[in-house]
């Protein structure tokens, strides 16, 4: 799913992504401005990677409030954030949507696996 914010002005184009790392005491912040498309996707994961490791106990923010277009290679990116525990920010409804969306789809993936552990536990006897 390709979501892309009403600008019927914006030029039709690749664009461009801007990632800028805001280090505070309480939080470290990933600031994404543009689109977030594949050409893009691995530089996020990149700067992830980078600003992960000097992180030192703080939160980890993720600001989507100026993304413009999230492809679904962004969403995957985001949601492999969401799973190591980055928290987001949003400013518009389709923002917030596709995290809304991908909290369901964490919450499912955590459902299954709980459930796929459960079904293959037997106990003494080996029986489920």
Request: glycine share 8%; hydrophobic share 40%.
């Amino acid at each position: 799913m390709v979501c892309e914010l009403p600008f019927k002005d914006a030029p039709k184009r690749n664009g461009m992504l801007r990632i800028s790392v805001i280090h505070r005491r309480r939080a470290c912040r990933l600031v994404l401005e543009g689109t977030l498309i594949a050409p893009w996707v691995a530089e996020l994961r990149t700067a992830w990677k980078v600003a992960n490791g000097e992180i030192e106990g703080r939160a980890f923010v993720v600001d989507l409030r100026n993304v413009t277009v999230i492809s679904q290679e962004g969403e995957n990116a985001l949601w492999e954030l969401m799973s190591e525990g980055a928290k987001f920010h949003c400013g518009g409804v389709l923002t917030k949507h596709v995290i809304q969306e991908l909290r369901r789809r964490s919450k499912r993936n955590s459902t299954n696996a709980i459930q796929t552990m459960h079904s293959s536990v037997v106990d003494d006897r080996g029986r489920k």
